[in-house]
């Protein structure tokens, strides 16, 4: 069955401008794969993951700051064992609809004067460093505040959001048309299976198809062969454990699906230029 889009409305509109959310949750209460008329800034405080955003599929994990534009199809799936001693995951994030930049500029001349020929982006951004800091601590700031205050922050917050150069797309919008919608089925049960082998005729299996059609029908629309899709995603994931986190080499080659380790050192210095130890010196 095709992974179901929930659609999803800022409450109580009339008398909120915008919402803050403060989350400490267990990971399966995060919502699946969803969208909404509202732009959604997150900023992961504990737990790492896979997020899909429009039609990218890529890695996440604490300290991430990102904003995901309305009606773009998104999901955050927080891996199982990034839960803290209570067993949850963290976020703090604001979300705020599509007008509510537009009647600010209106009412306001000096957000006008500020934000006035500001291009509003497109795509999912995830920000650098710099920006990443600032945000991150007016988020925290405003995690102890009424909502009148909080307001004053979101005049300050929004020409950082989107004044800000310091960021890279993490997805682009995308028609949700038949291939679309099997893709990202596809990519949504990658990232739920990719610690094990996945067999060709489970995941044709997955989208209806049967196993030479499947192949065929992903290297049309990909550009690449399935094997090829798992492993760079496997390769994505383990960069970030290398990143972010203390585990050796060994561990992560298995916990991100590889079975053979001399096999996905050979692998990932391949692709990325250079052995697994000397990435983890280099970007850690």
């Known amino acids: ?18 919402f803050f959310v403060d ?37 996440f994990s604490k300290g991430d700051v990102v904003l995901i534009p309305p009606a773009m199809v998104h999901q955050w799936e927080f891996a199982q064992d990034s839960v803290n001693s209570y067993g949850r995951i963290c976020y703090l994030m604001v979300a705020f609809s599509d007008s509510l930049l537009p009647r600010c500029i209106q ?35 405003m995690n102890d505040m009424d909502e009148l205050d909080r307001l004053c922050e979101m005049f300050r917050l929004l020409p950082t959001i989107f004044g800000s150069s310091d960021h890279v797309s993490v997805g682009s919008p995308i028609r949700l048309d038949r291939d679309v919608r099997r893709m990202q089925q596809i990519a949504t049960y990658v990232m739920r299976h990719y610690t094990h ?7 044709a299996s997955e989208v209806g198809m049967n196993r030479s059609a499947f ?36 561990e ?16 990932f210095t391949k692709t990325m230029g250079m052995p697994p130890l000397k990435y983890r010196r280099e970007f850690q």
């Open 107 to 141: 009412q306001f001349p000096e957000l006008r004067n500020r934000m006035g020929q500001i291009a509003l982006p497109i795509d999912a951004l995830k920000f650098g460093e710099k920006s990443a800091e600032a945000i991150s601590k007016t988020l925290v700031k």
């Open 215 to 250: 192949c065929s029908y992903f290297k049309r629309i990909k550009g690449m062969t399935f094997s090829q899709f798992v492993s760079q995603y496997r390769l994505n994931t383990a960069c970030e454990l290398l990143r972010r986190s203390q585990k050796h080499v060994s």
């Open 1 to 18: 069955m095709e992974e179901t889009i929930t659609p999803y409305e800022l409450p109580d509109t009339e008398n909120h401008s915008f």
């Open 197 to 203: 082998t996945i067999a060709l005729d489970d995941i």
């Open 23 to 59: 989350a400490e949750i267990e990971p399966e209460v995060e919502a699946k794969l969803h969208q909404h008329d509202a732009w959604e800034l997150l900023y992961v405080t504990h737990g790492y993951g896979s997020r899909v955003a429009g039609d990218s599929v890529q890695s």
């Open 252 to 267: 992560i080659c298995y916990l991100v699906g590889f079975n053979d380790l001399p096999h996905f050192v050979r692998v």
